[in-house]
Structures are given as C-alpha cells and as structure tokens.
C-alpha cells in the first residue's frame, strides 16, 4: 500500500486498511500481509511494473503486517 502524505505506516493504519477491506471484499478477497511502500516501480508509459513487485530474491512478508496475528 502506498499511503498519502500525512498517514503513518504503523499497525493501527493497517488494521483499518484491513478493516475496510473486510467490509467491502468477499472473504477470499482479504490481504493476508500488509506492506507499505513509498513508491511503486513505473513502466515508461505510468504503468506498475508488477514483475518487479514479486522480485523471487525479496521476502514479500518481511516487514509486512501479519492480518492473521494483528502484528508487524
């Protein structure tokens, strides 16, 4: 998630992340994890590069807030 200046990437913002999220997607839909990120890698044309998202070298839950267990 990319948050808007002024919101702090802490649990009580992810858990009302998650919280909206519970109100408005089916139950399959809802994050597992959490990350918050200062940016998102762009193509040429504006694009989110997604390949670059799931980099294999990178741990996607390191860092991230765990829904399940309601910590970072």
């Known amino acids: ?3 808007k200046p002024g919101h702090a ?3 009580g ?3 009302d992340i998650v ?3 519970r ?3 089916a139950r399959f839909k809802l994050p597992a994890f959490v990350e918050f990120v200062d940016g998102f890698p762009l193509t040429p044309s504006a694009r989110i ?3 670059k998202l799931l980099e294999p070298a990178r741990d996607q839950r ?3 807030f765990d ?3 309601a910590r970072a």
Request: glycine share 8%.
């Open 19 to 21: 919280a909206y999220a």
């Open 23 to 25: 109100g408005h997607l």
């Open 67 to 69: 829904v399940r267990e």
């Open 62 to 64: 390191a860092g991230a």
């Open 9 to 11: 990437p802490d649990a």
């Open 1 to 3: 998630v990319q948050l």
């Open 49 to 51: 590069q997604k390949r």
């Open 13 to 15: 913002t992810a858990a």
